[in-house]
């Protein structure tokens, strides 16, 4: 059985730490702040599973399925997870090993970008995923 509450609640957590950074992110001062930074991390963890997660336990099933509408949203959705993770690996190893505050408003435009990026996955997720589940 597919958990569905279970990624639901994965989203919840994402949007709630999305949420909680993007009210911080616009303050330089905390760019240095190890609680921040743990934040930051914790967010990428979380999405990092969740991403996994559905990877095993979504995908499989719904590329097997015999409605091929079905099969197309899989697709869609690990096209759109592989894009995310590329997306995810640029920004990590752009801003999240470098305490540098020297490009703040860049890094504060790439943080935002990336949340929007994720709450709309989240949004088509509730939208277009989970109802074929």
């Known amino acids: ?77 690990l096209s759109n997870t592989h894009e995310l993770e590329r997306i995810l690996s640029k920004y990590v190893k752009r801003w999240c090993h470098c305490i540098n505050t020297d490009n703040h408003k860049e890094f504060e435009n790439e943080t935002m970008g990336v949340f929007r990026l994720i709450n709309e996955r989240i949004q088509m997720e509730e939208d277009h995923l989970f109802p074929i589940l």
């Open 1 to 77: 059985m597919i958990p569905v509450e279970e990624l639901r609640k994965e989203n919840d957590e994402i949007k709630d730490l999305s949420s909680v950074l993007s009210n911080l992110v616009s303050d330089q001062s905390l760019r240095t702040n190890a609680v921040f930074c743990e934040l930051l991390e914790r967010f990428r963890n979380k999405l990092d599973d969740h991403l996994k997660h559905e990877a095993r336990s979504i995908y499989p099933e719904l590329l097997n399925h015999d409605d091929k509408n079905i099969k197309q949203i899989a697709k869609d959705f």
